[in-house]
């Protein structure tokens, strides 16, 4: 089956965006977890968080400016910090459950069942439920002329997890932590390990470590 | 177990890099085809493409300037049209061994044992053994200060796969497709769905679809 632009542009809405939402593959799922300067908890579901250095330790993630991750984003450019947690499988209903749209002053921690939690000189709350938690502070944004959307990059000012999850080479095993996978708007997945691959030189195939 | 920042960058380089690598979560995995104006074609695997926007179809995606993905950001500044093609369980060891730093001249897909496949008009060759193809033309690319890293921007003009694996609303199926998730550097993962779930609503818990 083929699509051109064209056809992509004519197609009903709701079936362009699950369609164009699919096509980048497999999704990181991550639960942003950020305050307001008055101390108001905000939690929201992204899809979109990407590696983008070791040294620093940088992420990034897009934000599309008229979604219910306004508060996030503004959370964020007014205290410079936010958290980032692993949806795992027992807690991928709750995590999903945070796009829901909920009134001005609704905390989704408590709306959805999740804690928060924080760690000391640290303002922006952590998922107690989360196995993998990332706090970050903002270092730059970037706009996406194409579709006004922002890419932010945040720093990693702190990583905490549990302690037997980290193989001897530095590697996190997040198949073990229970960490999902989301494809398209709204499916969500777990995984099956089917190896690593030792470092790849092009005098000879590579191999399972 | 937690980490801060100074003890992050403290830690040995490739512990770090496995580390760090790790924090985001799921990855997709994508090969990346391209030709030089002259028609040598190239293929590297990527693991940061993401969704940008469904109208106009917009992805991204993250470039390190030096590495082995050099001639890949060149053939794409040069001729201005890129393919991306979904890496599935059938061809996961191929496309990690295109990361192998092969000699100016040698094209991964001859390498590696993938097939290059042209759709009429357009110049950059997809990859015949994979299920999900999709031919983008260079659309913008800004660049992360903290690290002099580029997210680049595409518009698909061209999507290519087996007709059965839509469903009504417009979701590809990618699990059923056979689409890989990578994890660190070199953790391959096929994936077992939990669930698709409803949109989400402040009034009611989400539910399977």
Known sequence: MRFTKEEILSLEKGYRTNLINSVTGFKSA???G???PEGDTNLAIFSSVIHVGANPPLLGMLF???TVARHTYENIKATGVFTLNHVSRDIFKAAHQTSARYEDGVSEFEAVGLTPWYSPG????FVAESTVKTGLKFV???EIKANGTLFMVGEIVE???PEGMIAADGYI???EAGTV???GLDSYHTTERLARLSYAKPDRLPEPL
């Open 30 to 32: 991550n639960l942003v």
């Open 34 to 36: 950020t305050v307001t």
């Open 64 to 66: 599309r400016p008229v």
């Open 122 to 125: 640290f303002a922006a709350p």
């Open 140 to 142: 730059e944004e970037v």
């Open 159 to 161: 990583l905490i997890l």
């Open 173 to 175: 095993d997040i198949e």
């Open 181 to 183: 996978a989301i494809s």
